[in-house]
């Protein structure tokens, strides 16, 4: 089993950072981690993901040059650092983690297997 922690959300003014972090415990090993937000009324959507080794990660086009996804597995945390914030980047945002010892391509919600609580992320204008 994998329990996954996130922290870090918060209310900041566009053009502002905030860096979230997920912390996993459990079973820990070969994780692939994601990010993933749901703002309301909205579906899920993928922001980022890292594969266990930190050899490969994937940005949405939405995050692309302002957030950076990183990891300390010695920590088993994944952070995202977000930065020039938007309004429209105001969501809840999730950790997401499956077992994969090799780069998975699908970013999809439904490939991944254990899930947070999420932490609130709101940008004002």
């Known amino acids: 089993q994998v329990y996954l922690d996130e922290s870090g959300g918060g209310l900041v003014q566009a053009g502002g950072s905030l860096n979230l972090s997920c912390v996993a415990s459990?079973?820990?090993?070969?994780?692939?981690v994601g990010w993933f937000r749901q703002a309301p009324g909205k579906e899920r959507e993928f922001v980022a993901a890292?594969?266990?080794?930190?050899?490969?990660?994937t940005l949405a086009d939405s995050a692309k040059g302002r957030f950076l996804i990183s990891r300390d597995n010695a920590k088993n945390t994944v952070y995202l650092q977000m930065n020039s914030l938007k309004p429209e980047d105001t969501a809840v945002y999730y950790c997401?983690?499956?077992?994969?010892?090799?780069?998975?391509?699908?970013?999809?919600?439904?490939?991944?297997?254990?899930w947070g609580q999420g932490t609130q992320v709101t940008v004002s204008s």
């Open positions: 997401a983690a499956k077992f994969r010892n090799y780069w998975d391509p699908d970013n999809g919600s439904s490939s991944y297997d254990y």
């Open positions: 890292i594969s266990w080794r930190a050899v490969t990660v």
């Open positions: 459990g079973r820990t090993s070969t994780l692939a």
